[in-house]
């Protein structure tokens, strides 16, 4: 049979740079991998080498700040090749050298700095900076201007950083960016920039930061040192802190296409090397890191328009991790090379697994943004919520046993199978336990909107992973006590789960919890309540509604999703927006007193959902209501383990049924203590 993905693995190249395939590695904000001196820590130096060493062609970092002084960045934050140049092209060419033993390419990306973007968290004692005297993106704060001579020093600093960047082994930089509403897209967009000096007025002008950003690296390196951009060629604004959805009709107040074509052909003039094409800004998060609600895809129309507008190669990335795709997006030409963020974070040896034919093998990446966007978010910390190891390759690897064990696992939902692979891996000896008819727990149901396709793929994914390393598995086999005391197992892991809480409602059967819903073959009636408005219960309602369904949130706090966290503002603000624009009714301050004959009553307290008059009084609303759908959280199930805890001498509880959270811990949990168990 011939090889099908052959054309993904054909050369290409980008300046004078040959790249041994058309894989790149996205850059992704490398938090917590580097030191107090700006270098690359033994973390980053080995989950940069571990992708490398997985077949991806172009390895392109996270970010790297070129400047601490006109906006500080608080070290040790991201690596910086100005702070300690010395120190940095040390620990820079450890990397680059490791990486290039495998054939691959490792490009560095520069920033000139956020600007109205910057993370509070990350701001520091000084003023936020912009082009122009603006709203800042997430503080009530009016941002300070950049100064001529701030920017002309940013500008040195660039070529510095790049000089710095190729004596450490760097094959080529990436420029971040005219994209997402960074400082130098903040310069490049109207909107942001109202300045009247030489960096404002027309597109030439507001593009002359980054003109001289590149002529200033090409000084410094050489012309044929490669200075690609990571570029957004449409911006998705309708105002300030106010983006648009897919299907949205629209005023762009950002960068529109047209503009976007005009820009990058000015870019490409200036002497960028390739265009790493997205869209999207700060102000519409969920277009620059697309969550699960974002179709697969996204940024390749825009990489073709790119394709046709530019003679330089065309990156796309945007939830590519569908090989065909990939395939397809390469051979009809909407890009020369298919970036994969998230997907390597999951998977580092994706493409080798791909090359080789192990297409099943690749874990799937779920784009539930918790252990990336949400952590580095909430804690500047950058790990992935279905692989443990990342970002801590060495601290997590797999610890090989000389005395395999017979461990049984009870329960197999994600923190059972997660658990028993790594028993498996390691060389012990896990036996499944589970009482439903498949592995996979709550990714079954939680996988039944069509957004949530990438849940089904992971549980797919358990099983598969599962066979082939021979675990023994029971299903339709709810384990007892005396079976678990009676088959010798030398350690039990009980990951049994949780149950969804109920409210005091039977309505002949009209009150279902979520998970059962979810779980139901048909759809009947058109009127559904959802009591609860955290993430399970919108998504469920968001799901109901693309069903046609008529749909109401009752949410006992002042707003949804207010007890879910950390996460990411690119899944919680678009989900947040699609709850309207889908039509679904939104009570919050609310509590549902009544059920009775498909009439539902619920009880508004606070400020009101309609505002005018009367907001702040408690109402009695009475809804028509065919199925009220219960999503008001779960309850930990650990009877099991209670019955065991005095007679197991090696026993774990782990997963939800210690303490019920998200997919992220569940396997997190079941990895740390797998891989203990000697």
């Known amino acids: 049979m011939t090889y099908p993905y052959k054309a993904l693995f054909t050369p290409v190249t980008i300046g004078k740079c040959e790249i041994k395939n058309r894989f790149a590695m996205a850059p992704m ?17 080995d989950y940069y080498t571990e992708r490398a060493k997985g077949g991806t062609g172009l390895i392109i970092t996270g970010v790297s700040f070129v400047d ?14 100005t702070h300690n140049p010395v120190h940095f092209t040390r620990t820079g060419r450890e990397m680059t050298e490791r990486i290039h033993a495998y054939g691959a390419k490792i490009f560095m990306q520069m ?11 990350n701001l520091g004692d000084y003023p936020p900076v912009a082009p122009s005297p603006i709203q800042h993106r997430w503080l009530d704060r009016t941002c300070r201007e950049l100064t001529k001579e701030e920017i002309k020093t940013i500008v040195k600093q660039f070529g510095k950083g790049a000089y710095h960047a190729k004596r450490a082994g760097f094959d080529g930089v990436q420029i971040h960016a005219v994209h997402e509403g960074y400082l130098i897209d903040q310069f490049a967009i109207e909107l942001f920039n109202q300045r009247t000096d030489e960096y404002g007025g027309s597109l030439e002008n507001r593009l002359r930061f980054a003109r001289e950003i590149v002529e200033e690296i090409k000084e410094s390196c050489g012309a044929d040192f490669p200075v690609t951009l990571r570029y957004s060629p ?54 620059s890191h697309p969550p699960m609600y974002q179709e697969k895809g996204l940024y390749l129309p825009y990489a073709k328009l790119m394709k046709e507008t530019v003679d330089v190669p065309v990156i796309c990335a945007g939830r590519m991790d569908d090989p065909d795709r990939a395939l397809k997006a390469v051979t009809e030409g909407f890009t020369d090379m298919v970036s994969l963020g998230r997907p390597l ?27 990336c966007m949400g952590r580095i978010q909430e804690y500047s910390a950058l790990n992935c919520a279905v692989n443990p190891q990342a970002c801590r390759e060495r601290a997590y690897a797999y610890r090989p046993v000389l005395s395999p064990k017979k461990i049984a696992v009870v329960g197999g939902g994600v923190a059972g199978c997660e658990a028993a692979r790594v028993l498996a891996t390691r060389g012990h000896k896990p036996v499944i336990f589970e009482k439903s008819s498949t592995l996979g727990g709550n990714l079954i149901p939680a996988g039944r909107p ?27 086999h709810e384990a007892k006590k005396e079976e678990l005391l009676s088959s010798e197992f030398d350690a039990v892991i009980v990951a049994t789960g949780s149950a969804p809480k109920r409210l005091p409602f039977a309505e ?20 559904y309540v959802v009591a609860g408005g955290g993430l399970v219960g919108c998504e469920t309602a968001l799901w109901l509604a693309k069903e046609g369904k008529k749909v109401t949130i009752v949410e006992m706090l002042d707003r949804l999703l207010a007890v879910n966290g950390p996460l990411c503002h690119a899944n919680s603000d678009m989900l947040q927006k699609l709850i309207p624009f889908n039509g679904i009714r939104v009570i919050t301050d609310g509590s549902i007193i009544g059920f009775k004959d498909g009439i539902l009553e619920v009880e508004e307290r606070g400020s009101g959902n309609d505002g005018g008059e009367g907001s702040g009084q408690i109402r009695i609303w009475q809804l028509t209501c065919d199925y009220l759908v219960e999503a008001v959280g779960f309850t930990e199930n650990k ?40």
């Not at 906006?71 to 910086?80: A, F, I, L, Q, V």
């Not at 990438?454 to 598969?464: I, N, Q, S, V, Y």
């Not at 090696?650 to 997190?668: F, T």
């Open 68 to 81: 601490n002084r006109v906006e500080e960045h608080g070290m040790p934050n991201c690596p910086c090749p």
């Open 111 to 121: 920033s000139g700095g956020f600007g109205r973007v910057t993370i509070p968290t």
């Open 639 to 678: 009877s099991l383990y209670e019955a065991l805890q005095y007679e197991v001498p090696q026993l774990y509880l782990i997963g939800d049924s210690r303490k019920v959270s998200n997919i992220m811990y569940a396997i997190w949990d079941a990895f740390e203590v797998a891989n203990h168990i000697d």
């Open 450 to 476: 069509d957004f949530k396709e990438d849940d089904l793929a992971l549980a797919r994914w358990f099983a598969d992973e599962l066979r082939r390393l021979g675990v023994e598995i029971h299903l339709d």
């Open 345 to 371: 974070l999951a998977d580092p040896d994706y493409v080798n697994k791909l090359r080789s034919g192990r297409v099943s093998e690749i874990r799937p990446c779920i784009s539930c943004h918790e252990g």
């Open 234 to 287: 449409k911006s998705f604004i309708k105002g300030l802190r106010d983006g648009a959805l897919p299907g949205e009709e629209f005023e762009e107040k950002g960068r529109d296409l047209e503009e976007g074509i005009a820009a990058a052909g000015l870019l490409v003039e200036y002497g960028y090397d390739a265009l790493d094409t997205d869209v999207g800004s700060y102000d519409s998060w969920w277009w």
């Open 508 to 527: 002949d059967g009209k009150c279902v919890s979520a998970t059962e819903l979810l779980s139901s073959e048909a759809l009947d009636g058109t009127d």
């Open 29 to 45: 904000g490398p938090l917590g991998l580097a030191d107090a001196d700006g270098g690359f820590n033994q973390r980053g130096i």
